[in-house]
């Protein structure tokens, strides 16, 4: 989820494209289970280009790279990453946890997003 208006959509011939700017990401480590304990956020500037019916981008984070898609990274869910780019990451408090799992949310970000977005502003200091 993209968390300021520093970048700008645009089209590039029939494909819709967006900028880099600061997208939120959400994160947890594939050899845990999902929940909340597992469950971590970071920050980083990614541009979006359409691929078919979907918004793609890459991240970087600790020289690797990791494929976004639609909202959080993964279509509105967390995407499972090595420990060694989970610890990198933010844990997300209980409380935004409980507001994502129940925001209705689907391949998008849900009622939690306005929330979601406050925090990381908070927390990433943007």
């Not at 520093?6 to 289970?33: M, P, V």
């Not at 976004?68 to 869910?77: N, T």
Request: hydrophobic share 35%; charged share 25%.
């Amino acid at each position: 989820m993209y968390l300021d208006n520093s970048g700008y959509g645009y089209y590039k011939g029939t494909e819709q494209c967006h900028s880099r700017a600061n997208f939120l990401i959400l994160i947890q480590d594939k050899d845990q289970d999902v929940c909340q304990k597992n469950f971590r956020a970071i920050v980083r500037k990614v541009a979006l280009r359409q691929c078919g019916n979907f918004m793609m981008g890459v991240a970087r984070i600790k020289n690797k790279s990791i494929t976004i898609s639609g909202a959080y990274g993964g279509d509105g869910l967390p995407i499972s990453v090595d420990r060694e780019i989970y610890d990198v990451g933010v844990p997300v408090p209980r409380e935004l946890y409980d507001l994502w799992n129940k925001g209705g949310g689907w391949n998008s970000a849900g009622t939690e997003a306005i929330t979601m977005r406050s925090w990381a502003h908070e927390v990433f200091e943007l």
